[in-house]
């Protein structure tokens, strides 16, 4: 594949303006699909489940069988509706979104089209600086997901080239909800920051009202970038493009850039933009093409015969409006002020897409410095390397009781990143790897003294000078203990029991 020219950003802004849009779908933790009684793989109690074994004939689209809306999935879409400033209509109805791919066993998608529960409403986003940027909401609508093809014997894992596909219907029928910005203008060179602030808002807000898990490197949360340039001055929209399912906030902002990047290379020098969606690819940080993007008549689009409209209640609607949380700017600046935090070390929790994790280890019972120190240091640090997302390693409560441990004595700094390691190979909570690797402190004076005994024999002079004021000289001595015990020791408590020893 050919390399794609790109615009220098400041020269493609100072020629175009950026118009961007986002559909971001989120998975509804439900216990059941949208459609059927099947348990719902987007729950956590059902990750990982074995390829088609979280199935029920409405998923496979076998004859006979008939939807059922899941009164749930339906509750959920209205609270993240209201949350998003959305109307919540009176009277919405499903329909059928036609399309052939063997994910879909049924040939169509049971979708939302012109009748959608929430539509025509609008959230803030705050950027790195404090900025207060509010985004159109144009809809909110309920579906189901499809299944999940997986392409086998290619070099890139996508169908082009593969010899052939598995199917896994499990995730057929999952409950989602679809929101669709309006577009958006005005975003000019913060267009890559806005659309990663986006995202992670739509995230918090999802977290707050806890109907989805949100966890971008499962699918949970998936986001559709869509971005057109328009030359300066001009008002008709350029042709768009719209890159798929990507699964990271960094990576939605590298692709909106790399998008503006790209189109402008292609209108300078004469060319057009195809209207087509497009794959991102994180470890390049390029997209490619994908297919031509359809428009909704190519859809045949028809009001789904087998389920009556949803009509919510107003007692409803109000029920769950009085349970909404309070907005993710309100959230961001209490919890900023909670914890005591700089404006720079709550920077690097939110460029990190690390809040609710932090959040979650404080209410597990660690300190906030603590969890900001272990979710931003050692556990970004890991996951970077092995290219994964910090969340998808360990829990917050996992974190906070590996901070108990430290605090309570029985792990040094140093042990509790090798105890984490342990956690995070899968060798069970910090407790279970610190009793099986045997990295507990070792806090018995005895040993402790026994080693000083040992290290101070090898160099008899530090007493002395230790005795002639040379406090400093301990350290050698601690440095030789700590070596003996394998870092199983408490360097405060070692020293302590060396001045003991110079003062006898």
């Known amino acids: ?14 020629l175009f303006e950026p118009v961007l849009g986002f559909e971001v779908h989120v998975e509804l933790n439900t216990h059941t699909k949208m459609f059927s009684r099947a348990a719902n793989p987007a729950n956590s109690a ?5 390829p088609n074994t979280l199935v029920a004939p409405v998923d496979m689209g076998l004859p006979g069988s008939l939807p059922v809306v899941n009164e749930t999935a ?4 209205i609270s993240l509706g209201l949350a998003l400033g959305c109307s919540i209509a009176p009277s919405s109805r499903f329909a059928r979104k036609n399309y052939f791919y063997p994910d879909l066993g049924k040939n169509y998608q049971i979708s939302q089209y012109d009748e959608p529960i929430a539509f025509d409403g609008q959230v803030d986003i705050e950027l790195f600086d404090g900025t207060v940027v509010t985004v159109p909401i144009e809809r909110a609508h309920m579906e189901e997901d499809a299944g999940k093809l997986t392409h086998m014997g290619g070099a890139t894992g996508r169908i082009h080239g593969a010899e052939y596909s598995l199917v896994d219907y499990n995730r057929a029928g999952v409950p989602l909800v679809e929101i669709v910005t309006k577009p958006i203008f005005g975003a000019e060179h913060r267009a890559p920051e806005i659309a990663k602030a986006y995202v992670q808002t739509i995230r918090d807000i999802v977290i707050a009202l806890g109907i989805s898990e949100a966890r971008m490197e499962r699918g949970n949360l998936r986001c559709d970038a869509n971005v057109s340039l328009r030359p300066r001055g001009q008002e008709k929209l350029g042709i768009r493009t719209e890159t798929k399912n990507v699964n990271s906030m960094r990576s939605v902002e590298r692709a909106v850039r790399y998008e503006i990047q790209r189109q402008a290379a292609i209108l300078a ?3 057009t933009i195809t209207q087509e969606t497009r794959h991102w690819h994180e470890d390049t940080g390029t997209t490619s093409p994908g297919r031509p993007k359809s428009d909704a008549d190519d859809y045949r689009y028809f009001p789904e015969p087998d389920l009556l409209p949803v009509e919510p209640s107003e007692e409803l609607i109000e029920e769950l409006r009085a349970t909404l949380p309070e907005p993710p700017a309100a959230h961001r600046r209490r919890l900023k002020a909670d914890w005591g935090f700089t404006d720079l070390e709550f920077q690097d929790v939110v ?6 994790e932090v959040e979650a280890t404080i209410a597990a019972g660690a300190a906030p410095a603590s969890a900001r120190k272990w979710w931003t240091g050692e556990i970004s640090r890991i996951a970077n390397a092995q290219g994964r997302e910090a969340a998808e390693l360990v829990t917050p409560a996992q974190v906070a009781e590996l901070q108990g441990l430290v605090d309570a ?12 390691e342990g956690v995070i190979a899968g ?9 099986a690797r ?3 402190v070792v806090s018995d004076d005895t040993a402790l003294l026994a080693a000083i005994d040992d290290a101070l024999a090898s160099q008899p002079d530090v007493l002395e000078k230790i005795r002639d004021g040379k406090v400093q000289a301990a350290g050698a001595i601690i440095g030789a203990v700590m070596k003996a015990m394998k870092g199983q020791a408490d360097a405060a408590r070692v020293r302590e029991l060396i001045l003991e020893r110079a003062a006898q």
């Open 351 to 356: 460029n990190g897409g690390l809040l609710a």
């Open 1 to 14: 594949m050919a390399k794609d020219k790109l615009m220098d950003f400041d020269e493609a802004l100072e």
């Open 438 to 440: 045997g990295l507990a």
């Open 409 to 420: 004595g029985t792990l040094t700094d140093k042990l509790a990143r090798q105890v984490l």
């Open 269 to 271: 020098a004469g060319g």
């Open 46 to 50: 059902n990750h990982g489940a074995e």
């Open 427 to 435: 060798e069970g909570s910090p407790q279970q790897v610190v009793d």
């Open 74 to 77: 339906v509750r959920h879409s």
